[in-house]
């Protein structure tokens, strides 16, 4: 693992671990392990792996004798999941050029990772490169942020009390809405019975104002917006007015999110 991270993107990841994944991510990982049929012995890839919840769940599935790889191209993501992990093995790499051999996987999985890809045709055929013949592909992709309408909020709040540029990174994981898209993708790169499943899972923040405050802590960095202690405890307080509604009489903040499980094959 080439683990060159500052510690600045290594925050940024222990961030995205703590704040966004059991409140957000974690619910999605046996979806999409259910979509690919991970099973014992399993080689699993998880393309995209962020700090690494997918790929620790799928190692439960595929058990001692099978193998599971996590790629990221982001340092502080590969670092931070090496930290909570060590055992998997952690690469930093990009999804357009995967660093293994052709038919390599048993099974090839990503949570809300293709809407990143720089060049989606490109790892998609990467993807199908690596995957045995026989394998399974699943990936997890938010429906758009208008079937998201939390997000839409949030976009809001962050687009009057931060600026665009926070508004458009929230944006960004919303923008493959569409799976009749993605699943031509697939279809170009080689792959077989695409098919597709919108599904929907419970978010649970511990407030509504954590809500903001995991997309100003975790997220917005990622993308080179930093905000000091001061402007952060400002748009907390201003984001009641929109947000406060989210909240259960228990003091979280639960909403539905969106998103659906697109599954295919590479022939034999």
Not at 188 to 206: L, N
Not at 235 to 253: F, M, N, Q
Request: aromatic share 8%.
């Amino acid at each position: 693992m080439d683990n060159s991270a500052t510690q600045e993107e290594l925050e940024a990841g222990r961030g995205y671990e703590a704040l966004f994944v059991p409140a957000l991510f974690a619910p999605w990982t046996g979806h999409v392990l259910d979509g690919a049929g991970v099973r014992d012995s399993d080689h699993v890839l998880d393309v995209a792996c962020g700090s690494g919840v997918l790929a620790r769940d799928a190692v439960a599935r595929s058990g001692q004798s099978g193998r599971v790889v996590g790629i990221d191209p982001a340092p502080g993501m590969i670092a931070a999941a090496q930290e909570v992990e060590p055992d998997v093995e952690w690469v930093s790499g990009s999804a357009e050029a995967l660093p293994f051999d052709a038919d390599t996987f048993d099974c090839v999985v990503s949570q809300f990772g293709m809407m990143f890809f720089t060049d989606r045709a490109k790892a998609a055929s990467e993807m199908y490169r690596v995957t045995k013949p026989g394998g399974r592909l699943a990936v997890a992709i938010w429906n758009s942020i208008d079937q998201n309408p939390t997000y839409r909020d949030i976009v809001a709040v962050l687009d009057e009390h931060v600026g665009a540029a926070a508004a458009d990174a929230v944006r960004v994981p919303f923008c493959l809405g569409n799976p009749d898209e993605a699943a031509d993708i697939l279809s170009q790169a080689g792959f077989d019975d695409v098919v597709f499943e919108t599904k929907s899972e419970q978010a649970r923040f511990p407030s509504s104002r954590t809500m903001v405050e995991v997309e100003l802590r975790g997220w917005l960095p990622l993308f080179g917006i930093n905000l000091s202690e001061e402007k952060i405890a400002d748009v907390l307080i201003r984001s009641d007015e929109t947000l406060s509604k989210y909240a259960a009489p228990s003091g979280e903040a639960v909403f539905p999110t969106s998103a659906y499980i697109m599954t295919a094959r590479k022939a034999r």
